[in-house]
């Protein structure tokens, strides 16, 4: 067994959830970022760069070598783009991005893949006022969410074939914010702060016996959406935040 710290390959570092994690996980674990173009200026001189984009096979298994864990980030799909622009990235980009992770950790025999997938895989059910659980059929409410399924999917098959353990987390809405800036109804907050974040990511990390595992993604206060139930049982996870607060709602509220 290696000593020291695990060395983490981030995926889309640059972005909302690849900044918090390489910010409040620095103390667990060393890095290696990989940014598709622009590196930030808060890089940390210790921190490994590498720049190329998750579509490049030889460079996702260059990337790899070395690393104990990858951690795989969403490349953000903005609400203004065209579904058609939405789903040229899906199948461009993010499709073929997630098996050259798999591959590249299977060729580099990385222990474990942490897939950022999204609560948009069930998406349809919450449309209909319905508590989603990890178990449910999927229902995705769109390509991005259709394409997050294909990256579920292929993280167990890979999982049961080649014996990597892939801990897929359905993220819901992350904006990197320390207090929701909108009103939710109680229990049905679509918040997660940077805190609760990190610390499903380093749960999932370190519970190695939890081989392959759907997560939601969420901070407390959001029991009407999605089911926390298998998280809290199986990687210990236990939000120190809620969305759903009276306080956040009385500061939130729209003026009558």
């Known amino acids: 067994m ?18 918090t994690l390489r910010t409040l996980l620095r103390d667990r674990y060393d890095f290696r970022l990989l940014f598709h173009k622009t590196v930030p200026d808060d890089v940390h001189e210790q921190d490994e760069v590498v720049k190329s984009s998750v579509a490049n096979l ?7 070598e070395g690393c104990d864990v990858i951690v795989h980030l969403a490349i953000r799909r903005w609400s203004g783009m065209m579904e058609s622009d939405v789903a040229e990235a899906t199948f461009e980009v993010d499709m073929p991005g997630v098996y050259n992770i798999y591959e590249a950790a299977r060729i580099n025999k ?47 098959f890979y999982s049961d074939q080649h014996g990597l353990r892939v801990i897929c987390l359905r993220v819901a809405n992350y904006k990197s914010e320390v207090e929701p800036s909108r009103y939710y109804e109680p229990g049905c907050s679509r918040w997660q702060s940077p805190r609760d974040l990190a610390q ?5 990390i370190e ?17 009407k959406k999605w089911d926390l139930t298998n998280a809290r049982d199986l990687l210990g996870y236990e939000p120190e935040d809620n969305g759903s607060l009276e306080k956040y709602r009385e500061k939130n509220k729209k003026p009558s």
């Open 200 to 204: 499903q990511v380093w749960r999932s």
């Open 110 to 156: 990385v222990q474990t893949v942490i897939f950022a997938s999204t609560n948009h895989v069930t998406g349809l059910y919450e449309q209909e006022g319905l508590v989603a659980t990890p178990d449910s059929p999927v229902r995705p409410d769109g390509i991005y969410g259709a394409g997050k399924v294909f990256g579920e999917a292929l993280g167990r």
């Open 2 to 19: 290696k000593e020291g710290k695990k060395k983490l390959l981030i995926t889309g570092a640059a972005g909302m959830v690849g900044t």
């Open 58 to 64: 030889q460079d996702m298994i260059k990337a790899a």
């Open 207 to 223: 519970q190695e016996d939890v081989k392959f595992g759907i997560f939601y993604g969420v901070s407390a206060g959001s029991e």
